[in-house]
């Protein structure tokens, strides 16, 4: 059997919604890193604009970075608020217990980021694993 070279997939050569793909793994760092809030408000405008018309692979990234993020400002927000809230501001355990899960919790969120930032430059899909929502 014979290829030609519309069936090949050159290295290198961008993908259909490939640029979407980065710039919604770019705002899902920069709301864990730079601009929190700010930055999730453009991601969720972009999903919410983009969600039914943009190229598979930007969709699939979008969707992601959107749930992520909200799954993520739970993690983050209302665990370590409720830690706070049962352990009371005076104890030093309250502070370790909340210091430590939110070290590890963010950590965690932007290590998996940087590596969805990749999967988007390389024009790959990707699912955040535990909290990700299935691949469309």
Aim: proline share 6%; net charge positive; charged share 5%.
């Amino acid at each position: 059997m014979h290829l030609s070279a519309s069936d090949h997939s050159h290295p290198g050569a961008p993908v259909p919604g490939q640029s979407l793909a980065v710039l919604a793994q770019s705002l899902y760092l920069s709301n864990l890193l730079l601009a929190p809030g700010l930055a999730f408000a453009v991601l969720a405008w972009l999903w919410w604009r983009h969600r039914h018309t943009a190229p598979l692979l930007a969709r699939q990234h979008l969707h992601q970075a959107t749930l992520v993020s909200l799954v993520g400002g739970v993690l983050i927000v209302c665990l370590s608020g409720a830690w706070v809230a049962f352990g009371g501001l005076q104890s030093p355990w309250t502070w370790v217990v909340v210091l430590t899960y939110f070290v590890c919790i963010h950590g965690t969120l932007v290590l998996l980021g940087m590596f969805a930032l990749t999967k988007a430059m390389a024009g790959q899909a990707w699912r955040y694993p535990l909290i990700g929502p299935r691949l469309l």
